[in-house]
């Protein structure tokens, strides 16, 4: 069992940055991607970024909307997974997951390969 808890969440006007932290806790021997979703008012919850926690080389994937704004990293001696979010943008505006998988594609990680989810963090974009 994997345990994910997400901090860093708030408030701030576009064009501002916020680091999103999830501490992991448990078993990831089966883990083999890492990543962040959000789920907006009234939307599905869709994927933002993946990192890969088992190759030899770090493989970071990430959608459209936040390529060249968001950076996925791991610390794996803190046990931590982070998303640096710069040049927000209100429809950033969100709740963001993170999730935990056993996926072995080269991609982004789709949800239902998702294993482990936290509870999320609200992020807020004002205009």
């Known amino acids: 069992q994997v345990q994910l808890v997400e901090s860093g969440g708030g408030s701030v006007q576009a064009g501002g940055s916020l680091r999103l932290s999830c501490a992991v806790s448990g078993y990831t021997g089966s883990i083999t991607r890492m990543g962040w979703f959000r789920q907006a008012p009234g939307a599905e919850r869709e994927p933002v970024a993946t990192?890969?926690?088992?190759?030899?080389?770090?493989?970071?994937y990430y959608v459209p909307p936040v390529k060249g704004r968001f950076t996925v990293s791991r610390d794996n001696a803190a046990n931590t997974l982070f998303l640096q979010m710069t040049n927000l943008k209100p429809e950033d505006t969100a709740m963001y997951y993170c999730a935990a998988g056993s996926s072995f594609r080269w991609d982004i990680m789709a949800r239902a390969e998702v294993k482990y989810w936290g509870q999320g963090t609200l992020v807020t974009v004002s205009s």
């Open positions: 990192i890969t926690t088992n190759a030899p080389s770090t493989e970071t």
